[in-house]
């Protein structure tokens, strides 16, 4: 089992930056792919990012937060990051983290490719 606890959402002003945590426990990080996802109200689950388990590639979902967003991790922590900068209204919604321990990198932005998922974190700009 793997336990994931996102956190740093909150308000902020469209044009700002947050960076969200995802501390995990239960298994060794280094050995999990890990990924960012949001959902807004109303609407689906959409992948934000994904990185390997050593940290070497990174993944983005869309051309929208491609050069905005920015997904690292470090492993002696056992943490993912997700910098987000000049933050827009429409990236209003929870943001969840993922891990997964065999992930298939061509369909990283799957949902299904990912075993565990932290309870979210709530991210609100306004404009």
């Known amino acids: 089992q793997v336990q994931l606890v996102e956190s740093g959402g909150g308000l902020v002003q469209a044009g700002g930056s947050l960076r969200l945590s995802c501390a995990t426990s239960?298994?060794?990080?280094?050995?999990?792919?890990m990924g960012w996802f949001r959902q807004a109200p109303g609407k689906e689950r959409e992948s934000v990012a994904a990185i390997d388990w050593e940290g070497s590639h990174m993944y983005y979902a869309s051309d929208s937060v491609k050069g905005r967003f920015t997904i690292s991790r470090d492993n002696a922590k056992n943490t993912v990051y997700l910098q987000i900068n000049n933050l827009k209204p429409e990236d209003t919604a929870v943001y969840y983290c993922?891990?997964?321990?065999?992930?298939?990198?061509?369909?990283?932005?799957?949902?299904?490719?990912?075993?565990?998922w932290g309870q979210g974190t709530q991210v609100t700009v306004s404009s």
């Open positions: 993922a891990a997964s321990g065999a992930i298939d990198y061509r369909n990283f932005d799957d949902i299904h490719q990912y075993d565990y």
């Open positions: 239960g298994r060794t990080f280094s050995t999990l792919a």
